[in-house]
């Protein structure tokens, strides 16, 4: 076979029967990778502990691909962003980019064009000798899972890594020249465990990290974490006190020239995640892997979480589905205030009737918003409240 734009062709000419079936599609992927080398107490993702194997993945997620063709979720070429997540992709080794890349070229597309290719790893996987085969293979995106450069609070999180192997990864990621990277920071930790949250994203800053995701640490149900924190054992900062780590945190970012792509995410210029971009601007995407989800056509999906149940699925040929919504107009609406509301670009004022002008002059007032001839958008003070100010303003806004 040859590609043609990326979309593989048989040797007669015609286009491959998987690659006519993506015709007129999707052109974002996230790729589930599950497997970690130990899970951390504060984990829920759906990850697995049992040893990794880049052909069995690679081969499982292929067949998905080839089985939501079948049911009409279709790619086009060719594809414009890809993310790996997990679970930890990393473990899978310097392979991971050439093992991708065979998935997608055995079901008719190439990805020679794709505008951003990110990755999430962890510290104690990388290396320069990996991170250059990563680049060389078409990678231009690295997200490293850093959290703290504070022994006691990555001893709490139950991390692998240590200061010093997260300090190398940082410089060897950086010095491996990709078009962006970033580093993930947990912050929310008992105060006797971290006194000085921004003090400790400081000292990451120093490093040149062109893009931060503040993970708020939450007692999920179930996990150690939630356990320990049900019995008191733990004792989480309150709502006030996570106010004022999280106000502190955004003003350490703003004032040192990031800026924020949504609550959660700071940049500098240029270094914003184009696929978490697309994703808030609503555009269709495909979620392979166990536990993705996926956004095609109006209707969300997604996938059965566990490796071994998911696997088993698509061996047998069956959508590995665990469950599909396809939101009604008012619900589509709200989801729609939220994710503009949630992002820089805020949200066009002309999607609002005339008496929500009463509720935007108490916001700005308040400093909870800002606003231009033709947008609103929330500060950080506003992004603490946006959950209750998106059922405010949501009745005033229309997107038919």
């Known amino acids: 076979m040859v590609s043609d734009g990326g979309v593989s062709r048989e040797a007669d000419g015609g286009v491959s029967p998987a690659a006519e079936a993506f015709a007129e599609g999707v052109r974002h992927v996230y790729m589930h990778m599950p497997f970690c080398a130990a899970r951390c107490p504060y984990c829920d993702y759906p990850v697995d502990l049992g040893p990794a194997s880049l052909p069995e993945w690679a081969g499982t997620l292929g067949e998905e691909l080839r089985l939501r063709a079948d049911e009409g979720e279709r790619l086009t070429a060719p594809v414009r962003?890809?993310?790996?997540?997990?679970?930890?992709?990393?473990?899978?080794?310097?392979?991971?980019?050439?093992?991708?890349?065979?998935?997608?070229?055995?079901?008719?597309?190439?990805?020679?064009?794709?505008?951003?290719?990110?990755?999430?790893?962890?510290?104690?996987?990388?290396?320069?000798?990996?991170?250059?085969?990563?680049?060389?293979?078409?990678?231009?995106?690295?997200?490293?899972?850093?959290?703290?450069?504070?022994?006691?609070?990555?001893?709490?999180?139950?991390?692998?890594?240590?200061?010093?192997?997260?300090?190398?990864?940082?410089?060897?990621?950086?010095?491996?020249?990709?078009?962006?990277?970033?580093?993930?920071?947990?912050?929310?930790?008992?105060?006797?465990?971290?006194?000085?949250?921004?003090?400790?994203?400081?000292?990451?800053?120093?490093?040149?990290?062109?893009?931060?995701?503040?993970?708020?640490?939450?007692?999920?149900?179930?996990?150690?974490?939630?356990?320990?924190?049900?019995?008191?054992?733990?004792?989480?900062?309150?709502?006030?006190?996570?106010?004022?780590?999280?106000?502190?945190?955004?003003?350490?970012?703003?004032?040192?020239?990031?800026?924020?792509?949504?609550?959660?995410?700071?940049?500098?210029?240029?270094?914003?995640?184009?696929?978490?971009?697309?994703?808030?601007e609503g555009e269709d995407y495909l979620g392979l892997g166990p536990g993705a989800h996926s956004w095609v056509r109006g209707k969300r999906s997604w996938n059965l979480g566990g490796w071994a149940e998911y696997r088993e699925a698509v061996r047998v040929g069956h959508p590995p589905r665990a469950g599909a919504e396809e939101p009604n107009p008012e619900e589509r609406s709200l989801e729609r205030v939220w994710a503009a509301l949630g992002s820089a670009q805020g949200l066009e004022i002309k999607r609002l009737a005339p008496e929500a002008g009463s509720v935007i002059e108490r916001w700005v007032r308040s400093g909870w918003a800002r606003t231009d001839p033709v947008r609103i958008c929330l500060t950080p003070l506003g992004w603490i409240r946006l959950d209750s100010m998106v059922l405010e303003l949501a009745p005033y806004a229309s997107f038919r």
Do not use: C
Not at 104 to 132: C, M, Q, R, Y
Not at 207 to 226: I, R, W
């Open 81 to 280: 962003t890809l993310h790996l997540g997990g679970g930890t992709p990393s473990i899978l080794g310097s392979d991971l980019p050439a093992g991708v890349r065979a998935l997608f070229s055995a079901t008719g597309f190439a990805l020679d064009s794709v505008e951003e290719w990110g990755i999430e790893s962890n510290p104690e996987d990388l290396s320069a000798e990996l991170l250059a085969r990563w680049r060389n293979d078409g990678v231009d995106r690295v997200v490293v899972g850093v959290q703290s450069l504070r022994p006691e609070v990555l001893r709490f999180l139950g991390r692998r890594h240590s200061t010093l192997s997260a300090q190398e990864a940082m410089r060897a990621v950086e010095k491996t020249g990709f078009r962006s990277w970033g580093i993930d920071f947990v912050w929310g930790l008992p105060h006797e465990v971290e006194s000085d949250a921004v003090g400790a994203l400081r000292r990451i800053l120093e490093f040149g990290v062109p893009h931060v995701s503040l993970f708020e640490l939450n007692p999920e149900v179930g996990t150690p974490l939630g356990l320990a924190v049900t019995r008191r054992e733990v004792l989480l900062p309150d709502d006030d006190r996570r106010a004022d780590l999280y106000l502190g945190l955004t003003q350490a970012l703003l004032s040192a020239g990031y800026s924020g792509h949504d609550p959660m995410s700071f940049a500098l210029p240029g270094h914003g995640s184009r696929h978490a971009e697309a994703v808030r």
